[in-house]
């Protein structure tokens, strides 16, 4: 249903495409996302690639109308794996697999731009829209120095972040999920 027929596999993303050539793309700059509560990991790797993706568990907001309320309040497209849910709600996409690398997957086929961004925009843990840690400052502990490193730093919870061994590892699933 409410497909749009005929798209060969080679057509969909050759990744350096940003200039989006197709219509319905869904960008980090244009489309704000509300995750249901099956997808929490999901909205990690989406906020990883510039997304503003809020998450149901975050908000404490877990009934079907609570989080049609939400994502009409908020301007934000519904992400869900129920699919009575999705069929209700205008503009939702419904995800049917569970492993994230194949939720990435279908995610492209919707037409959702999905690369890391090489300035970090979004906080993974809460969403919050990070900022550029200063060369001078100090980070915690677990962090690298941010004279040696480009750092962020999330103003809502705190968190620090770097292109480490957790960046590699969304790397690599955004990757495998083409
Ligand atoms: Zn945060």
Request: charged share 30%; aromatic share 6%.
């Amino acid at each position: 249903m409410g497909d749009e027929g005929g798209s060969d596999d080679d057509n969909a993303g050759d990744g350096d495409g940003t200039d989006g050539d197709a219509g319905a793309g869904i960008c980090p700059g244009a489309d704000r996302l509300l995750l249901d509560v099956m997808l929490g990991k999901l909205a990690v790797y989406l906020r990883m690639c510039g997304y503003d993706a809020a998450y149901a568990g975050d908000r404490g907001v877990e009934a079907d109308d609570r989080l049609r309320e939400l994502a009409a309040a908020e301007g934000r497209r519904l992400l869900t794996r129920d699919e009575a849910l999705a069929a209700r709600t205008d503009g939702a996409v419904l995800l049917t697999e569970r492993d994230v690398v194949d939720q990435l997957a279908e995610l492209r086929e919707a037409g959702f731009e999905l690369a890391l961004e090489a300035t970090p925009a979004r906080c993974g843990r809460c969403n919050g829209a990070v900022e550029a840690v200063p060369p001078d400052a100090s980070t915690p502990d677990y962090a690298p120095p941010p004279a040696e490193t480009d750092c962020w730093r999330c103003p809502d919870c705190g968190q620090v972040f770097w292109k480490g061994s957790h960046w590699d590892r969304v790397a690599a699933a955004l990757e495998r999920s083409r």
